[in-house]
């Protein structure tokens, strides 16, 4: 059969480019198509948990699929494997995050939730669903919330006014914090107020300090306090507030995402800040230096304690403070604060803000409350033991225990009965290392025996 040639065979060339393009495009026969996802949905019951689910519809089997869960500034999601329909249709992944007990969840806590499934006919590239983003919130109570320029209160019990206070106290202190490190806050602040003591340690779950009536957690831009309304107007009030809201400022000039700076630098400045290096403070922080039983500052870089010594750590925190700024001023306390931003260590920190390293400044501090430095407790070197009096003149050249000289007055003694000694370090020296030498043979000899031992083993073995 011949060739097409001439105009005919030019006309079609088109024709059939034509054609094998449309079936380059057209869809392969049998080939899956992408799951589909619907608009996925969370319902949330405080201190029990949150019920998420994604309807998702594919026209193949799952061979696996994933839940992401971002908490408020993780630095990447936690991923849980959840289980797969058992064939391809519509259906819908469920995931039930337990709150309860030893998992509480702080509420107002922002979480971004993201399903993500595998193709059986293809378990390597994961197709991803839409975002979820879900605030857990406590919904035992009916909000009120009035809101600043960047303070949001919420409470349940008492009047506007209440309220009111609670905010101006909220902002005031922003400002005052904000202007003294230098740092302008932008993202609004959520300020949740509490009415009794059962309500308030409910929300902050079973790990909870005991004498806690404020808490910042600044990770979430979120306050929560112990306020009942008819104490909006007790002094202590006026200082509780403001003291949390340092700490969110705090955080702002100081976060990073490798080091965060020492808890009584942190708690000492919300101390300093609401009121000062006070009489109460004063007077604990002398008490103890004068029995002994102050904390030392290393001590305190980490939680607070519980108990007697958990006041106390307070009154060390702003005592640290108010010596830094007596002595330092309040600009290397500040350069201090903005250096941890850095990523810098506690000794780098303190080494470029005032000259000495943390434990240095802990050391002079002691000193100007006169207080003495504790004994450090914890491995010790060991204490020298007895050596034979030829050891050290070999070693060294010179005699140098009472052990020595011990041995030397009972050579002496062996001469004057008619023996004659050796010379230091001659015979003696000699004879030890003559048994050094003979100890090492041995050892060698034995070694060399059980290399025979185990070379003739392992041939038995082999030929076996």
Known sequence: MGRLSGPLTHRLMPVVAAAGLLLSLAPAVGAAVPPTFGT?????????????????????????????????????????EVPVPPSG????LTYHLDTSGQQHLIPNTPIVARWRVFPASDPEHGVLGPELPVVYADDRFGWKTVSGDLVRVHWYEGSAAFAAKALKLGEDQVRATSKLLGVTETK????FVYANTADFYGALGPGAHENVAGTAFANIRT??????PDQIDDPLVAVRIPHEFVHLVFDTASSNPYHAPPRWLNEGLAVYQSEGYGSNDRGAVQAAAKSGTLIPLDGLTGQFPNGRNFFLAYSESVAAVDYMVRTYGSDALVTLIRSYAEGRTDDEAFTAALGLDMTAFGG?????????????????????????SAWPLAISGAASSPVASNDAAAAGAEASAGSAPSPAGSTS????????????????????????VRSRRRTTDTAG
């Open 223 to 228: 306050l929560l306090g112990l306020i009942p």
């Open 40 to 80: 996925p949905t969370a319902t949330s019951t405080f201190d029990s948990g949150i019920d998420l689910a994604q309807p998702i519809t594919v026209s193949e089997t799952i061979g696996r699929a994933e839940l992401l869960l971002t908490f408020a500034n993780a630095i990447g999601p936690t991923i849980t």
């Open 89 to 92: 249709g519509a259906h819908s």
């Open 429 to 452: 020296g000699s004879a030890i290392g003559l048994a050094l030498l003979v100890v090492v043979g041995v050892i060698g000899a034995m070694g060399i025996g059980i290399l025979v």
């Open 188 to 191: 609004p602040v959520d300020f």
């Open 364 to 388: 002079a501090w002691f000193k100007d409350v006169k207080a003495t430095a504790p004994t450090k407790y914890g491995p010790q070197p060991a204490p020298p033991g007895p050596v034979p």
